[in-house]
């Protein structure tokens, strides 16, 4: 295990040493939103019966920081390493494929939870109430950043330079954060965008997340649970064996 540790020790202290771009500023980001959607509609929007747009508003706030920057972890490493050439040195040790998967995917995970207690600790004065069921909480707290860190490291293996990372990130990544129902409910939209937010597995990170608060959800914990659970599985399962393959790190 020392290979690993060692690996996951890097990882952390990688974007623990620019602390205040890689957390405070996401922090921020976060917060601005919450001024601004909350000042523009929280008296005109209630999601869920008895509960105000300004709590509705932030847990999916905290989730969307939680999963951009797990994926931004893992994907922003790699890149690194890859285009300055020093991903020799992380393949020349006898690590093996889980090893290398298991510390970028945890160190990602571990940055996107940092994040998201910022983003609760700076919003908590804005009513949200105590996690009526925290279990759930941090279930997808764990699953949402799990399943975009390991997103981050496929994205880091296929991708050859900091553009093709951006466009991933831009036409892939935000699209499936920002339409996933984190500024509304999917109960207020027409039938055929409900299905479509459907087949987003962010929106189930996010209304997972939201049952843990409030107790209320646009679909069952379960299924959000089993969606998100199943996602993880099948990408973890691909980023396992492009590394076992040396897909665009080997060869």
Same mark, same amino acid.
């Given at each position: 295990m020392q290979g690993f540790l060692t690996l996951f020790k890097k990882e952390i202290l990688r974007f623990w040493k620019v602390a205040f771009q890689t957390v405070a500023a996401p922090v921020l980001t976060a917060l601005l939103y919450q001024l601004i959607?909350? &000042?523009?509609?929280?008296? &005109?929007?209630?999601?869920?019966?008895?509960?105000?747009?300004?709590?509705?508003?932030?847990p999916g706030l905290v989730m969307m920081s939680m999963a951009q920057n797990a994926f931004a972890n893992s994907s922003s490493s790699l890149i690194q390493s890859k285009i300055t050439g020093n991903i020799v040195f992380l393949l020349l040790p006898p690590l093996s494929a889980l090893e290398f998967f298991a510390a970028y995917l945890l160190a990602a995970v571990v940055r996107g939870l940092v994040v998201g207690a910022g983003v609760l600790l700076?919003?908590?004065?804005?009513? =949200?109430?105590?996690?009526?069921?925290p279990l759930w909480v941090l279930i997808f707290a764990m699953l949402g950043c799990g399943v975009l860190?390991?997103?981050?490291? /496929?994205?880091? /293996?296929?991708?050859?330079?900091?553009?093709? =990372?951006?466009?991933?990130?831009?036409? /892939?990544?935000?699209? =499936?954060?920002?339409?996933?129902?984190?500024?509304?409910?999917?109960a207020s939209l027409p039938p055929l965008w409900k299905a479509v937010s459907h087949l987003n597995p962010v929106f189930y990170m996010i209304d997972g997340f939201r049952y843990g608060f409030f107790g209320q959800a646009d679909v069952s914990p379960w299924l959000a649970a089993s969606v998100v659970g199943g996602s993880f599985l099948l990408l973890s399962a691909w980023a396992l064996h492009l590394l076992r393959s040396g897909y665009k790190l080997r060869q």
């Open positions: 959607f909350s &000042h523009v509609l929280s008296q &005109h929007v209630e999601a869920y019966p008895g509960v105000s747009y300004t709590a509705f508003l932030i700076v919003t908590a004065g804005f009513g =949200l109430p105590l996690p009526s069921n860190g390991t997103l981050g490291i /496929i994205a880091g /293996i296929w991708a050859d330079k900091f553009d093709q =990372l951006a466009a991933f990130q831009n036409f /892939i990544i935000m699209p =499936l954060t920002f339409l996933s129902g984190v500024f509304y409910s999917i």
